[in-house]
């Protein structure tokens, strides 16, 4: 009632000031967050990521070589990022849709207090693990330079997709690369020698 009759009282155009801010706040973070353009999963060489050892929303210390033997997504995002929201229901459509085969979601939230997140969750329930880079220090160390970005990591943690951009995961396409992947990668049983 105040913010609203102050205006009128001190001549001074509060409600104009705030839409001028907040368009300059989304310009100030426009370029972190990607087009709107669904990204493509690029290939990648199997190189080692960085260390990820960060808390998780729920408190717990999760760090990512306990996740070794697993399809692993780590997907940057942040709540503020429109393409990001709309990749979260992809990610829990993927999540239901693969079952007890499916990849380890880590979803790695980028520089917002636990209590954001925390509101966000309540609003748009996950079936995944968020985790609180509240430093940006893992966004650095990963070279994530928009939301948001995903790694795809193979059994052995080696970085074998990635995007840029949010990622349409109900197509086709874009779940037989996890299939393929989840198969080249699976720990095959010893072979019996051939004989001559």
């Known amino acids: 009632m105040l913010f609203d009759a102050a205006p009128e009282v001190r001549g001074f155009p509060f409600r104009a000031c705030l839409r001028t801010a907040a368009a300059a706040l989304a310009l100030v973070l426009a370029p972190l967050c990607a087009n709107a353009v669904a990204a493509e999963l690029e290939l990648r060489g199997g190189e080692a990521p960085p260390p990820l050892v960060l808390d998780a929303l729920d408190g717990a210390r999760t760090d990512l070589l306990t996740f070794h033997d697993r399809i692993v997504l780590v997907h940057f995002f942040a709540t503020w990022c429109e393409p990001c929201v709309t990749e979260i229901a992809a990610l829990n459509r993927l999540v239901d849709r693969t079952g007890g085969a499916r990849p380890t979601v880590l979803a790695v939230n980028v520089g917002e207090i636990d209590a954001r997140v925390r509101t966000f969750t309540r609003d748009n329930p996950v079936r995944f693990t ?4 509240r430093d940006r220090s893992a966004m650095k160390a990963w070279g994530v330079e928009g939301l948001p970005t995903t790694f795809v990591l193979d059994r052995d943690l080696g ?3 990635a995007a840029t951009g949010d990622v ?4 086709h396409d874009v779940n037989r690369k996890l299939e393929e992947l989840a198969n080249t990668s ?3 049983p010893d072979q019996p020698a051939a004989s001559n």
């Open 130 to 133: 968020i985790l609180m880079d």
């Open 159 to 161: 970085v074998r997709l």
């Open 168 to 171: 349409d995961w109900d197509r």
């Open 186 to 188: 699976k720990p095959q």
